[in-house]
């Protein structure tokens, strides 16, 4: 079991450009998460989703969109890049039955917006 | 609003002895609270989880206390080692629904030899 894997590990945009950080995890969860990390400070949900097909809103989804077309994958979207959006970005998953409560992080993605 | 509060200073101790991290929180009663482990360029690992109604958990040398009326809980490291030394991160499901965890914004433990 790989877990959860994210893609990029590193990237530096342009303001404007747009770009998808990828998210797949191989352990069936339902449950998926995009979180942002700044500097110091604790994560903060972006986008979640129960399952395949059903997406809705965190505490901080403005400039970001999903997608869930699979239970494996949930990738997130920057359409116009700003620096503000400068982040570690990390996705996250948990199981619909058993130790629900548990959510299993990815390594992350640096993002820098210049 | 809820407010996660979790000491920003480092915290440093001599190898061998007990850390203890406080996680504060305000204006929600949620139904369990969450300690997770970040080391450097990694993204967050669950450890312990306790309940509303547990008062004390133990997982090895890990010890979680959760007070409902301070709103509070306590994360305990004893017999503390070098290899201890991450940031700890308290974090709490604020909407049973969605299972998305608010989190603290850590604290650095550091574990000196």
Redesign the interface.
Known sequence: NAG?TQTPKFRILKIGQSMTLQCTQDMNHN?M?W?RQDP??????IY?S?GAGIT?K??VPNGYNVSRSTTEDFPLRLELAAPSQTSVY?C?S?PLRGE?????????TRLLVL | SQKIEQNSEALNIQEGKTATLTCNYTNYSPAYLQWYRQDPGRGPVFLLLIRENEKEKRKERLKVTFDTTLKQSLFHITASQPADSATYLCALVMDMGRRALTFGSGTRLQVQP
Do not use: I
């Open positions: 959860v449950y998460y979180y110091g400070m604790g994560l903060k949900l979640y129960v809705d965190g505490e990390f996250a948990s629900t409560e548990t959510q299993y992080f990815g390594p992350g």
